[in-house]
């Protein structure tokens, strides 16, 4: 059973980068057709896809945080991380990792996101 835990400061100063990292257990980040997302969800607000990494090591990024945001992966500890840069007060929220799942029905193959982290709240504060 794939468990994913995140794990970084819960505090960061105004224009600091926020790093973050998820540790897999379970089930390797290299496995084939699966994707591995960093998802946040602001206060009151609901959830923002941020990243997603496929098992290949690709990335994308949303657009509106394309210019800010980073993922990368370290397969030897079957983990990886997301960077933030320039953050403001506006980028404080409970960040979450997870992977998708997927089922193969009427011809076409879905996704749905499957196993998630217990999220860690990230604040951006002086």
């Known amino acids: 059973q794939v468990q994913l835990q995140e794990s970084g400061p819960g505090l960061v100063k105004p224009s600091q980068t926020l790093s973050l990292t998820c540790t897999v257990s379970?089930?390797?980040?290299?496995?084939?057709?699966?994707?591995w997302f960093w998802i946040r969800q602001p206060p009151g607000k609901g959830l923002e896809w941020i990243a997603v990494m496929p098992s290949s090591g690709s990335t994308y990024y949303s657009p509106s945080l394309k210019s800010r945001t980073s993922i990368s992966r370290d397969t030897s500890n079957n983990q990886f991380s997301l960077q933030l840069s320039s953050v403001t007060p506006e980028d404080t929220a409970v960040y979450y990792c997870?992977?998708?799942?997927?089922?193969?029905?009427?011809?076409?193959?879905?996704?749905?996101?499957?196993?998630w982290g217990q999220g860690t709240l990230v604040t951006v504060s002086s």
């Open positions: 379970g089930g390797s980040i290299t496995t084939n057709y699966y994707y």
């Open positions: 997870a992977r998708d799942g997927y089922y193969s029905g009427g011809g076409s193959t879905h996704r749905y996101l499957e196993v």
